[in-house]
């Protein structure tokens, strides 16, 4: 293949990887998104098979990355340009380029893949699981992290996500990577990968094994769902008609928990009119028989800002709070010399201060509720440290977020499917509160049980049952991080490459 067609054709398939992100994949059919991101895979892997060179490799990967995550993070440009007020140009080269630089991982994978493949199909197999998954944590760790997109949320309703509570989603997408890499290697000797790949789906069909148990009664819960345009969100003139609203609601609601979404509340407590938060607090006090969680930003000039979750219910002495620990670069505080970059955009509240990694839970009629705010259920391995205790790990894992920054686009169902990734992980329940959507319950097998439509104003009144337990992904990770999936991916790295190297001036032939 001339090496043009060969690039193009890397970027069709990361393109195609994208597009097993989108709504519209998992609602024409529940396997759609994961039979779509291993042809995908397979494309590319037959790519590398057949480069000539490391650096052919390199660029191959490097494009079908930047494909895909451009596909998958695109609206990012929604925020910059439309609410941040950067101009289009420089808005569009900033998600371009954000997408070409967090695929130089996938490169270095294409580069060392082609570099010291052996030509054994099952090591050769193993060699690029374990770089796929070092490529994927390095996204979700450097700089932060921004693992968005991850390979394994687009095998969520495939065999595969049985896995999820032993290996969580980077675990999950390296098993997948294994065995797309087991077909591509195999190429016209289908009977090699036949046996590991029989093991794994079989082991995939088997039942989910359950790790919690159901924990007490459930809860009526009432989640608010204002639907606030984020240009109209801290104008003057709108904020006294958003603040009556959500005070009507939290007042009406019939539920033992009422939750508001991230900054349904935009002000500070003391900027509010007179009297406002005091009647908050009043509504939960005594006799009333609720608790409510409320997303607001607390703290002062003096003592930095922080973005915040307030639980109010009688019977505590102070609320309730929590503040959000995984910050967003630029949207919630500003990396060390990007202060010029900021000042492009035009975000209030742009450097916040972060709260404990193992925060502590809000107990309502005995279910542990754990606040995160945000695209803080991204990162499953952070939210394990709260496990590690099972008397007081979470028995329902509650999201308030405004995803108003990002308009109507992909990025609403793609938070949707992180959210049911961490239900899977954790076996626990989801309850997510957020101004324009979307809001849902999602229970302890990782299923949307109810929602509201995404872009409206309501309320979506319904229930959601606990679950206690702690799952082996919960168990490791919430003492160790990734870390052991760092070890065994270099692991698989090092001997697959560790042993019959391929010798530089004479590659194998290409297979298939």
């Known amino acids: 293949m001339a090496p043009r067609a060969a690039d193009g054709f890397s970027v069709l398939a990361g393109a195609v990887h994208a597009l097993a992100l989108s709504p519209w ?116 760790l450097i700089f932060t992290g921004f693992p968005w997109g991850a390979s394994g949320y687009g095998l969520i309703d495939s065999p595969l996500d049985r896995l999820a509570p032993w290996l969580g989603v980077y675990g999950l997408g390296a098993v997948w990577a294994w065995c797309v890499a087991c077909l591509a290697c195999g190429g016209r000797r289908w009977t090699a990968p036949v046996p590991l790949l029989a093991w794994v789906l079989a082991l995939a069909w088997l039942p989910s094994a359950r790790f919690t ?8 819960v009432a989640l608010l769902q204002g639907n606030v345009p984020q240009d109209e969100k801290f104008a003057n003139e709108r904020i006294v008609g958003m603040l009556l609203w959500h005070a009507a609601q939290l007042k009406a609601a019939d539920a033992d928990l009422v939750m508001a979404p991230e900054t349904a509340i935009p002000l500070l407590p003391a900027q509010l009119p007179e009297g406002y938060w005091d009647a908050l607090v009043a509504m939960f006090g005594e006799g009333s028989g609720r608790a409510a969680l409320i997303g607001v930003p607390l703290g002062s000039f ?16 102070d609320p309730y709070r929590y503040d959000k620990h995984h910050l967003v670069p630029f949207g919630e505080f500003i990396p060390a010399g990007f202060h010029w970059f900021v000042a492009l955009m035009n975000m209030p509240l742009g450097d916040f201060s972060r709260g404990p990694l ?4 809000f107990t309502v009629r005995g279910q542990r509720i754990a606040p995160n705010i945000c695209y803080e259920d991204l990162f499953g391995e952070e939210l394990a440290s709260r496990f590690t205790d099972k008397a007081r790990s979470p028995t329902v894992l509650a999201n308030v977020s405004n995803l108003a920054w990002f308009g109507d686009t992909v990025a609403i169902a793609q938070h949707v499917q992180i959210a049911r990734m961490r239900s899977l992980e954790f076996q626990v329940p989801s309850i997510r509160a957020t101004n324009t959507g979307a809001t849902v319950v999602i229970d302890a097998f990782g299923r949307v049980t109810d929602r509201m439509p995404t872009q409206t104003r309501g ?13 082996p992904f919960a168990w490791w990770a919430g003492r160790f991080g990734v870390w052991p999936l760092v070890a065994l991916g270099l692991l698989l790295a090092v001997a697959g490459a560790g042993r019959h190297r391929l010798s530089a001036s004479a590659p194998p032939t290409p297979v298939g």
Do not use: C
């Not at 148990?213 to 009526?220: C, D, S, V």
């Not at 800002?305 to 002495?317: D, E, I, T």
């Not at 309320?459 to 799952?471: D, E, I, K, R, S």
């Open 25 to 140: 994949a998992s609602g024409l059919h529940a396997m759609l998104p994961a039979l779509m991101q291993t042809l995908a895979l397979w494309a590319l892997l037959r790519l590398l098979l057949r480069a000539e060179a490391p650096r052919q490799g390199a660029r191959r990967a490097w494009l079908y990355g930047t494909a895909w995550l451009i596909g998958a993070t695109g609206w990012i440009y929604v925020s910059l340009h439309h609410f941040g007020g950067m101009p289009a140009p420089i808005a569009g080269a900033a998600v371009l380029l954000l997408s070409a630089a967090l695929s130089g991982y996938l490169a270095a994978v294409g580069w060392a893949w082609v570099r010291w493949r052996s030509g054994v199909w099952w090591r050769d197999a193993g060699m690029f699981a374990g770089l796929w998954l070092l490529a994927e944590l390095a996204r979700a």
């Open 213 to 220: 148990q159901m924990h007490g009664q459930p809860l009526r």
């Open 302 to 317: 003096e003592q930095g800002y922080s973005n915040s979750v307030v639980g109010l219910k009688a019977g505590q002495a």
């Open 358 to 361: 193992d925060a502590p839970s």
């Open 459 to 471: 309320v979506l009144n319904t229930q959601v049952q606990g679950f206690a337990g702690q799952t």
